[in-house]
């Protein structure tokens, strides 16, 4: 039986990283300027490397920081992410990349969107190279409008709140930018830690499951604004088709949740 935490803070903000120190380090100065005070912070590093264990010493006195880290042993994203869950102690749970800058009223939007039965679902600014080196340098912790513009960055809309008046569509969970009522994610059985390659699965997965479930779509584009550092990408197509026909076979099965989650189920 799963045993957690009781609510001692109003959101958790759970940042999946790897080793791009200068990207955690860029987050963690948004994070700093957050409206809302009353979050924690877990670092879910999908390795045992020690990159970041002096950027996190420096930040502790701004934050409640819990650090978790695993074997480096391929890409193992779900079950950092479910030992997050585990180490939780709110109810409202907000999970980003660790190359996502946040806007200053980024956890206020959670905090106040965040509902048990609703899955909150956002999206991000693609910034280009020369203001994301701007951010990871520290000469600016988050992008003007115009200087996001003038570079070329791209889906800059993402980041203005009146065009939320306007577009309504609803669009595809992003697992950089979504927020859950932990309930929730207990109900489903977490994350399905079977999906072991990256570009697909985490999300989709998790979505697919969460409204066979009855959680419903919950948008908070425009409103939890968030900018993601530029980095190449490499070439991933071979590893996302193999999640691609993973999920495919488990979107066949009744049960919501996943065998292999929070907990292991006898199926």
């Known amino acids: 039986m799963l045993i957690f935490y009781l609510c001692a803070v109003k959101a958790t903000l759970i940042i999946s990283v790897y ?6 380090e860029a987050v963690l100065r948004s994070a700093a300027l957050q409206k809302e005070k009353d979050f924690e912070i877990i670092i879910s590093q999908d390795c045992d490397d020690p990159c ?4 996190i010493e420096k930040f502790r006195g701004s934050f409640s920081i819990t650090h978790l880290q695993q074997p480096d042993q391929g890409f193992l994203k779900t079950k950092m992410l479910n ?20 806007h200053p009223r980024f956890v206020k939007q959670y ?30 912790t988050v992008p003007g409008y115009l200087e996001m513009i003038r570079n ?29 009522f932990k309930a929730d994610l207990v ?13 697909f699965g985490e999300d ?8 066979k479930a009855g959680i419903v779509p919950y948008s908070v584009r425009y409103k939890a604004i968030q900018y993601h550092l ?13 999640s691609k026909d993973q999920f495919q076979e488990k979107v066949k099965r009744e049960d919501f949740r996943c065998q292999f989650g929070l907990e292991t189920l006898e199926m």
Not at 19 to 24: C, G, M, Q, Y
Not at 52 to 55: A, K, N, R, S, V
Not at 112 to 133: F, H, P, Y
Not at 153 to 167: I, M, N, R, Y
């Open 19 to 24: 080793k791009d120190v200068s990207a955690l």
């Open 52 to 55: 970041f264990d002096e950027l």
């Open 83 to 102: 030992n997050a869950i585990r180490a939780s102690k709110s109810e409202r749970l907000i999970f980003i990349d660790g190359d996502c800058v946040l």
């Open 111 to 140: 905090v106040r969107s965040i509902q048990e039965g609703k899955m909150c679902i956002g999206r991000r600014v693609n910034l280009d190279a020369e203001t994301s080196r701007k951010i990871r340098t520290g000469e600016r």
């Open 152 to 180: 070329k960055s791209t889906s800059v809309e993402e980041s203005f709140p009146l065009w939320s008046l306007l577009q309504r569509k609803l669009v595809p969970l992003l697992g950089s930018n979504m927020g859950w």
């Open 187 to 199: 109900k489903i059985n977490g994350f399905d830690e079977t999906y072991i390659t990256p570009g």
């Open 204 to 211: 989709s997965d998790i979505e697919f499951r969460a409204k």
């Open 230 to 242: 530029f980095h190449e990408r490499p070439n991933r197509e071979n590893l996302v088709k193999i």
